[in-house]
């Protein structure tokens, strides 16, 4: 069982910056790949991007490419998603999710664990 726990959402002006945290308790987290995705109001979740397990392999959706960065910080058992020039299209509900061991998942149903959400609001 993998807890996760999301932060870093708030209202930001387009153009602006949020890190996003995802953070988790267990000592082996660091053997999980994880995932961002998001849900924008009415409509469905979408990926955002992705992690392996060593921080070696990354994945971003094509909307997002150039902007955001997904990182992790095997001290602190946290991963980050860095979102820069944010832009009004990138409100949503920001989830991460976590699955052990395999391949990065670009979908969500490939993830286990899943964080409760945080709200990214980007005014225009």
């Known amino acids: 069982q993998v807890q996760l726990v999301e932060s870093g959402g708030g209202l930001v002006q387009a153009g602006g910056s949020l890190r996003l945290s995802c953070a988790a308790s267990?000592?082996?987290?660091?053997?999980?790949?994880v995932g961002w995705f998001r849900q924008p109001p009415g409509k469905e979740g979408e990926f955002v991007a992705a992690?392996?397990?060593?921080?070696?392999?990354?994945y971003y959706a094509d909307s997002v490419k150039g902007r955001f960065t997904i990182s992790r910080d095997h001290v602190k058992n946290t991963v980050y998603l860095q979102m820069n020039s944010l832009k009004p299209e990138d409100t949503a509900d920001y989830y991460c999710?976590?699955?052990?061991?395999?391949?990065?998942?670009?979908?969500?149903?490939?993830?286990?664990?899943w964080g409760q959400g945080t709200q990214v609001t980007v005014s225009s």
């Open positions: 999710a976590a699955r052990y061991g395999g391949s990065v998942g670009r979908v969500n149903y490939e993830y286990d664990y």
């Open positions: 267990e000592r082996t987290f660091s053997n999980c790949s």
């Open positions: 992690i392996n397990g060593s921080g070696g392999s990354t």
